[in-house]
């Protein structure tokens, strides 16, 4: 089970923490990332942590702005200067592999939604003045 939080109400520029922590598994050994949703729209790989922690994958409409990362209690997004458009609910997903080479290709597997296999319940982002 994934459980998100951290989500809330934030003028445009603000910056928000999300965090995703799951029980049941062990997140280190597994691919982990982050979509969202807005109204009317197709879910969007936004950030991918893969299995082992060493390659990082964000969709170019977050690159330099979020940043995932991994702790002891579950991997985390960091939102900086966020954007109206940012507006959604975020969710965190799990990929129990297998997994593919590594190659240029990985961003396209690892931010889309059909490599997942558990999500989380979703927390809502507003960005609004």
């Known amino acids: 089970q994934l459980v998100e939080s951290g989500g809330g109400l934030v003028q445009p520029g603000g910056s928000l923490r999300l965090s995703c922590a799951a029980s049941?598994?062990?997140?280190?050994?597994?691919?982990i990332a982050w979509f969202r949703q807005a109204p009317g729209k197709e879910r969007e790989g936004v950030a991918c942590s893969s299995s082992t922690s060493s390659s990082k994958y964000y969709a170019d409409s977050v690159k330099g702005r979020f940043t995932i990362s991994r702790d002891s209690a579950g991997v985390n997004l960091q939102m900086n200067s966020l954007k109206p458009e940012d507006t959604a609910v975020y969710f965190c997903?799990?990929?129990?592999?297998?997994?593919?080479?590594?190659?240029?290709?990985?961003?396209?597997?690892?931010?889309?939604?059909?490599?997942?296999?558990?999500w989380g319940q979703g927390t809502q982002v507003t960005v609004s003045s």
């Open positions: 049941g598994f062990t997140m280190s050994l597994y691919a």
């Open positions: 997903a799990v990929d129990y592999g297998p997994y593919p080479p590594e190659s240029d290709s990985s961003g396209t597997y690892y931010l889309s939604s059909n490599a997942y296999d558990d």
